[in-house]
């Protein structure tokens, strides 16, 4: 079955850029009908959508963060990534790579990757 | 930007009982509404999508109701492994919000 995974630094320095990468494996990222996206969640606190991507390119980003985000895919290597600049101690949090289907829900979540912020 | 409210915060149960949670929305979400289960350490898991479909492999005692702005899961008879925080999610405009979460609890 389709399983996600996160990869990337879980330590990032204030005013540089946090950058993530989601592999998929056991589906093609390409599928049509699935929305590619990143969630996140601050510690003890609950979840914030970030954006996400179809296979296609079209990116939707959470407006509150829409100024530091880019999410791409490079389906070559099934994966999808998230970069996140000018990071600040609030962007502390476990992200989620996560797969959304029916057009309002996430039904497989990657197990989520700790990154902090901090100098 | 679509807020949504949980009720309540906390809810403590015993096994075997029957469990309410509400998700409110502040304004009408058609039916673009899902639920999620998650466990200390653990990625949330879908339970509900569109409102009232279950996902693939989940038990029948979880089923979801509403429409517009007033969406209740309910839990029909817990189980030693429902007790978690549960959390609504909304799509609108293509923009995603989940709601604060409902801890459900032993009593």
């Known amino acids: 079955q389709v399983q996600l995974q996160e990869s990337g630094p879980g330590l990032v320095k204030p005013s540089q850029t946090l950058s993530l990468t989601c592999t998929v494996s056991g589906g093609s990222i390409s599928s049509g009908g699935y929305y590619w996206s990143w969630i996140r969640q601050h510690p003890g606190k609950g979840l914030e959508w970030i954006g996400y991507?179809?296979?296609?390119?079209?990116?939707y980003y959470n407006p509150s963060l829409k100024s530091r985000v880019t999410i791409s895919v490079d389906t070559s290597k099934n994966q999808f990534s998230l970069k996140l600049s000018s990071v600040t101690a609030a962007d502390t949090a476990v992200y989620y790579c996560?797969?959304?289907?029916?057009?309002?829900?996430?039904?497989?979540w990657g197990q989520g990757t700790m990154v902090t912020v901090s100098s | 930007e679509i807020v949504l409210t949980q009720s309540p915060a906390t809810l403590s149960l015993s096994p075997g009982e029957r469990a309410t949670l509400s998700c409110r929305a502040s304004?009408?979400?058609?039916?673009?509404l899902a639920w999620y289960q998650q466990k200390p350490g653990q990625a949330p898991r879908l339970l509900i999508y569109?409102?009232?479909n279950r996902a693939t492999g989940i038990p029948a005692r979880f089923s979801g109701s509403g429409s517009g702005t007033d969406f209740t899961l309910t839990i029909s008879s817990l189980e030693p492994e429902d007790f978690a925080v549960y959390y609504c999610q909304q799509r609108s405009n293509w923009l995603f919000t989940f709601g604060p979460g409902t801890k459900v609890d032993i009593k």
């Open positions: 991507i179809y296979y296609s390119g079209s990116t």
């Open positions: 569109d409102a009232s």
């Open positions: 996560a797969r959304g289907v029916n057009e309002d829900a996430f039904d497989i």
């Open positions: 304004q009408s979400v058609s039916s673009y």
